[in-house]
C-alpha cells in the first residue's frame, strides 16, 4: 500500500515538474506565436493587441500558470495559439504515425541489441564486429546516420522512399540502430558477468552443450537488467523522434513538437512534453512490475 501511494506521488510530482518546466522555459524567449504570426500578416499592433488580450497572453505570468495548472486538473491542455484548435485534438492526429515509428523502432531495437550484446561477450571474430556496431551505436550522431542512410538507400540505391507517412522502414532502422546500443551494452555487459557464475560452470559440468548452457541459463538471468534499460530506451524515444520525423518529413508528434517550438505556439509544446512525461511514467512501471514477474527475488 505505501509502495502504492509513493508511486501515485512521483507520477504526479513527475506530471507537475514537466508541466511547470515547459510552462516557464517556454515564456524565457521573447515574443510569441501571436505576435509571430500576426506581424507577418502586416496586422496593426492595435489588432495584436486585441488578440494577445483575448488569449490572455497579457496577464501576469502567476495568474497564466494558475490558469494552466487548473485546465489540467480538468484535463484542459488548452487550445493552440496558431489556430485556435484544442491541443488534445492536434497531438491525436498525429499520434498515429508517431505510435508506428515508435514501436517499430523498439522492436527492432530489442531484437537486435540483444543479439549484438550476446556476440559481443565471447572472445570471438565476430565479437569484435559485434563490439564495433555497438560503438558506432552510441557515438555517431542520429542527424549524420540519418542523412548518410538517406543517400546510399535512397539516392544511391534507389531502394526505398525517403519522405511521407507510408516510408517507415529507413526512419524505423535508423531510429532502431541507435536505440540498440544502450540495449547491447548492458546485454553484452551482463553477459560478460554470468558467465563467470558458479551455476554456468555446473552447467557445464553437467555435459550440457554450449547452445543449451547460453539460452536456458546464462540468458534467462543476464537479460534482466535489460528490462529496466529498454523502457527507458522507449521513453527516450521521444528525442529520437523529433530529429527522425522531420530528417524523412514524416507527420508525427516530433515535428509538431519542432514546429510548435519554433512557432513558439505554447500550449501544444506543454501538451506534448506532458504526453511524454505520461508514456515516459507508465514505461518505468511497466518495467518495474516486469522485473517482479521475471525475477521472483525482487
Known sequence: MIGRFRFI????ATFWLAATLAFFALRVLPGDAVQAELLGTGASAETIAERRAALGLDDPL???YGRFLIGLLRGDLGVSLLDGRPVAEIISQQLAPTVALA????IMATIGGIALGVVAAFNMYT???ARLILDLSLSMPLYW???LAIYIFAVQLNWLPTSGANNLTLPAVVLAFHTAGAVGQVVRASVYDTLSLDFVRTARAKGLRESQVILRHVLRAALLPTVTVIALQAGFLLGGVVITESLFVRPGIGRLLLNATLRQDYPVVQGIVILGALVYTLLNASA???YHLLDPRV
Open 103 to 106: 514501436v517499430s523502432a523498439l
Open 288 to 290: 518495474d512490475l516486469a
Open 9 to 12: 506521488a512521483q507520477t504526479l
Open 62 to 64: 502567476g495568474i497564466q
Open 145 to 147: 546516420t540519418g542523412t
Open 127 to 129: 565479437s569484435n564486429i
